[in-house]
């Protein structure tokens, strides 16, 4: 709560002048689905930051030039036996 007041420069009594209208404006039963939705959100948002830093600072992946690349055996293809009798 620190954190908030010093943001805003607030002091004591105008966080409680606060917490009173926002008491008043939703009410008690109000408050915790408040609280827990806010807190989702910031959990959210702080794991999509963590995910865009990471994209950000993770190493470029270089694909190796054509002419180095060891070329790919292919899978033998399937045969038919043929026949030893030919038709007349």
């Not at 989702?40 to 190493?59: G, L, N, P, W, Y």
Request: glycine fraction near 6%.
């Amino acid at each position: 709560m620190n954190a908030l007041a010093t943001l805003f420069n607030l002091g004591g009594p105008d966080l409680i002048i606060i917490l009173v209208i926002v008491l008043l404006l939703f009410g008690a039963k109000k408050l915790p689905e408040l609280a827990r939705g806010l807190g989702q959100a910031v959990k959210e948002f702080s794991k999509a930051k963590d995910e865009f830093e990471h994209e950000i600072t993770r190493a470029p992946v270089i694909d190796p030039p054509k002419h180095l690349e060891e070329p790919k055996a292919e899978a033998p293809k399937e045969t038919q036996p043929q026949s030893t009798t030919h038709p007349v």
